[in-house]
């Protein structure tokens, strides 16, 4: 089985550009989520989705990041505009609701951003 | 108080020697804690899922748990030089939560 697919893998733009990073969860999967690592700050979550539907995204820095999730297979996470703060890697990752607990989360290989 | 802590390292081994890697959390509703192994330049990888208190044996890797204490660990026998990487702890905060908390992580070195 395919596993967690981000794309692009590499992104490098100049500041004041928009972003948008792309995420395909595991078939099957009812949970998603998108996490930002930095080696100051680590792995933080940005915001997730439960069946399409964002459920928290407190985690969300500022109104210039947004995303989206308009079908159980694909999820975009935007950042407009982007700064060179927001250079990192951005992971999206997903889980399946089973009867017990829910929480195995499998991720995807990343996206690294830089901003210029 | 972080939610998660572990001992950021870095812990260096000697091949064939176990490796102990330790995390604390703050909540006591906890249910879930999963330990993640991430090389340089790469994402985080799932290795090992506990929820209830005890042990709990894969291959190599024991997981330990101890609700009462707050704190879990992670145990690598015979460790191996490909087992050098950056461990993640992660808990879900609040127990009905479906998100995830990540410690900052333990940089492991096995030396050949």
């Known amino acids: 089985d395919a596993g967690v697919i981000q794309s692009p893998r590499h992104e490098v733009t100049e500041m004041g550009q928009e972003v948008t990073l792309r995420c395909k969860p595991i078939?099957?999967?009812?949970?998603l989520f998108w996490y930002r690592q930095t080696m100051m700050r680590g792995l933080e979550l940005l915001i997730y989705?439960?069946?399409?539907?964002?459920?928290?995204d407190s985690g969300m820095p500022e109104d210039r990041f947004s995303a989206k999730m308009p079908n159980a297979s694909f999820s975009t996470l935007k950042i407009q505009p982007s700064e060179p703060r927001d250079s990192a890697v951005y992971f999206c990752a997903s889980s399946f609701t089973s009867g017990k607990i829910p929480y195995e989360q499998y991720f995807g290989p990343g996206t690294r951003l830089t901003v210029t | 108080q972080k939610e998660v802590e572990q001992n950021s390292g870095p812990l260096s081994v000697p091949e064939g020697a176990i490796a102990s890697l330790n995390c604390t959390y703050s909540d006591r509703v906890s249910q879930s804690f999963f330990w993640y192994r991430q090389y340089s330049g790469k994402s985080p990888e799932l290795i090992m899922s506990?929820?209830?208190?005890g042990d709990k044996e894969d291959g190599r890797f024991t997981a330990q748990l101890n609700k009462a204490s707050q704190y879990v660990s992670l145990l690598i026998r015979d460790s191996q030089p490909s087992d050098s990487a950056t461990y993640l702890c992660?808990?879900?905060?609040?127990?009905?939560?479906?998100?995830?908390?990540f410690g900052s992580g333990t940089q492991l070195t096995v030396l050949p």
């Open positions: 992660a808990v879900n905060i609040d127990g009905s939560a479906r998100q995830l908390t």
């Open positions: 078939s099957g999967h009812d949970y």
């Open positions: 506990i929820y209830s208190n």
């Open positions: 989705f439960n069946n399409n539907v964002p459920i928290d």
